[in-house]
């Protein structure tokens, strides 16, 4: 048995609901279905009654539920146990075409290749936030004046706007 049948039998089990368990999996409901057929066949034991409302365990199907997240967990365990350590930082972008942001991104890759880096683009206006939270290891864009964050300019970019002759704008010299 996998530890994906596993996972399958947890969510199952969870959500009473072979469509919600899917959703939670990522996966399509029948294909989910059609796991669960096969792995009943397999171990020769109903795991669930099934209703046109409603799922239920069997006395088989929770006691399979409840030792399959005791394996999971193990498993989850073992593997933080064993896994080196990841370091990892938070960048907000807020202009990711821009080539500070690029050169940027491209040197801490090569300063750290095993540095873990979850990029993010929120919204302007929740950067002081998640910085003031550190949630947010660096962001990079325009200055930030919030409490108990630090904003340091690094360079200036210019940056244009390509649009169609016929928009309004495109026949103004500036665009603010």
Same mark, same amino acid.
């Given at each position: 048995? @996998?530890?994906? $049948?596993? $996972?399958?039998?947890?969510?199952?089990?969870? $959500?009473?609901?072979?469509?919600?368990?899917?959703?939670?999996?990522?996966?399509?409901?029948?294909?989910?279905?059609?796991?669960?057929? =096969?792995? %009943?066949? =397999?171990?020769?034991?109903?795991?669930?009654?099934?209703? @046109?409302?409603?799922? %239920?365990?069997?006395?088989? +199907?929770?006691?399979?539920?409840?030792?399959?997240?005791?394996?999971?967990?193990?498993? +989850?365990?073992?593997?933080?146990?064993?896994?080196?350590?990841?370091?990892?930082?938070?960048?907000?972008?807020? %202009?990711?075409?821009? $080539?500070?942001?690029?050169?940027?991104?491209?040197?801490?890759?090569?300063?750290?290749?095993?540095?873990?880096?979850?990029?993010?683009?929120?919204?302007? @206006?929740?950067?002081?936030?998640?910085?003031?939270?550190?949630?947010?290891?660096?962001?990079? +864009?325009?200055?930030?004046?919030?409490?108990?964050?630090?904003?340091?300019?690094?360079?200036? %970019?210019?940056?244009?706007?390509?649009?169609?002759?016929?928009?309004?704008?495109?026949?103004?010299?500036?665009?603010?």
């Amino acid at each position: 048995m @996998s530890l994906r $049948e596993l $996972e399958y039998v947890v969510a199952v089990h969870r $959500e009473r609901n072979f469509t919600r368990a899917a959703q939670q999996l990522h996966m399509a409901q029948p294909a989910l279905s059609q796991a669960i057929l =096969r792995l %009943e066949r =397999r171990l020769g034991v109903r795991l669930f009654d099934r209703t @046109s409302r409603r799922v %239920e365990p069997t006395p088989a +199907g929770h006691n399979l539920a409840v030792d399959a997240l005791d394996i999971i967990d193990r498993v +989850g365990a073992a593997i933080a146990r064993t896994a080196a350590p990841r370091r990892a930082v938070t960048v907000h972008i807020s %202009e990711p075409a821009l $080539e500070t942001p690029r050169r940027l991104m491209a040197a801490l890759r090569s300063a750290d290749p095993a540095l873990s880096i979850h990029l993010t683009t929120l919204p302007r @206006s929740l950067t002081g936030d998640d910085a003031r939270g550190a949630q947010l290891s660096l962001t990079i +864009g325009a200055p930030i004046h919030a409490a108990g964050a630090r904003s340091t300019p690094l360079r200036a %970019e210019r940056v244009g706007a390509l649009m169609d002759v016929r928009h309004p704008l495109a026949q103004q010299d500036s665009v603010t």
